[in-house]
């Protein structure tokens, strides 16, 4: 499993578990700080963020993303941040 998050908020929801380092973790640009990114990788969390953020309205962007994301873990299911 993957988890995908495109917000600071969505971050701190899935805070707890992505601390347990068990999942590899992709963000969008701006959603943590060059510190704070240090900060959960020294904590043992492949972190992974994209260079520009994740417009969760813009489906392209959302498209682009999960296929990178698919590139480096194939046949990884994929948890993305949703606001229905």
């Keep these: 499993m993957v988890i995908f998050v495109a917000t600071k908020e969505g971050f701190k929801e899935l805070e ?3 601390r347990t ?3 590899p973790v992709w963000v ?6 060059k510190e ?3 900060e959960v990788r020294e ?9 520009y953020p994740i417009d969760l ?3 392209e962007i959302v498209s682009d993303a999960l296929e990178s994301i698919a590139l480096h873990h ?3 299911r994929v948890w993305l941040e949703c606001i229905p």
């Design 16 to 18: 707890e578990i992505i």
């Design 36 to 38: 704070e990114m240090a």
């Design 21 to 23: 380092g068990k999942y």
């Design 57 to 59: 309205n813009d489906a």
């Design 28 to 33: 969008g640009a701006g959603v943590l700080s």
């Design 43 to 51: 904590g043992g969390v492949y972190l992974t963020n994209f260079l």
């Design 74 to 76: 194939p046949e990884e």
